[in-house]
């Protein structure tokens, strides 16, 4: 079956600019993670939806940052006037949700690349 | 707040040798812990995970790891690596409620030369 497909699979964009990037999660799947892995940095949690629960937020780095998730299904990750800090993999990970027993589900992520 | 620590960075091994990879959590609570790995080119999955019961899980592909609550460790090993086993492993911790979030610490490089 699908998995969770994220777009684009690279972006380059000029410092200042803002991008947008795109989850969907597998069909089903009540939590959504967003990651951010950085060289040496390892994966770096920024925001988790849970159903329909109020988003954890507090992993987003700055207010540039932001997320939302439609519906409940697919999830955009924007962020404003880009910095190069922001380049990395965008990773986004989806799971049934009820406790863990479900283990996350991760897409192929998006490279940014802030130029 | 959760936090979870790996202290190997970047691992080098010849093929057959043992294999331990460190990993501490911080958190006041009952925890789920994880192991993912991610092979070059390919996205994160699942390595083994511990929930409760015989601290000591088995995953796939011959990896174990054992929780010591006492230590808050859960080091993942194998007896024998293989050159496949090139990769990047990440420990995770959740708290029981599946309103919390999955920590991963900052990853360990293993490269295996065959």
């Known amino acids: 079956g699908a998995g969770v497909s994220q777009s684009p699979s690279n972006k380059v964009t000029e410092k200042g600019k803002d991008v947008e990037l795109r989850c969907d999660p597998i069909?089903?799947?009540?939590?959504l993670y967003w990651y951010r892995q950085s060289l040496g940095q390892g994966l770096e949690f920024l925001i988790y939806f849970q159903g329909n629960s109020a988003p954890d937020k507090s992993g987003l780095p700055s207010d540039r940052f932001s997320a939302e998730r439609t519906g409940g299904s697919v999830s955009t990750l924007t962020i404003q006037r880009t910095q190069q800090e922001d380049s990395a993999v965008y990773l986004c990970?989806?799971?049934f949700g009820t406790g863990y027993n479900s283990p996350l589900h991760f897409g192929n992520g998006t490279r940014l690349t802030v130029t | 707040a959760q936090s979870v620590s790996q202290h190997n960075h970047h691992v080098i091994l010849s093929e057959a040798a043992s294999l331990e990879l460190g990993c501490n959590y911080s958190?006041?609570?009952?925890?789920?812990l994880f192991w993912y790995v991610q092979y070059p080119g390919q996205h994160l999955q699942l390595l083994l995970k511990y929930f409760s019961g015989d601290p000591l899980v088995k995953g796939i592909k011959g990896f174990e790891a054992e929780f010591i609550k006492s230590k808050f460790s859960f080091n993942l090993r194998k007896p024998s690596v293989q050159w496949s086993d090139t990769a990047e492993y990440f420990c995770?911790?959740?708290?029981?409620?599946?309103?919390?979030?999955?920590?991963f610490g900052t990853g360990t490089r293993l490269q295996v030369f065959p």
């Open positions: 995770a911790v959740g708290p029981l409620r599946n309103t919390d979030k999955l920590i």
């Open positions: 958190y006041g609570g009952t925890v789920n």
């Open positions: 990970a989806s799971s």
């Open positions: 069909s089903g799947h009540t939590a």
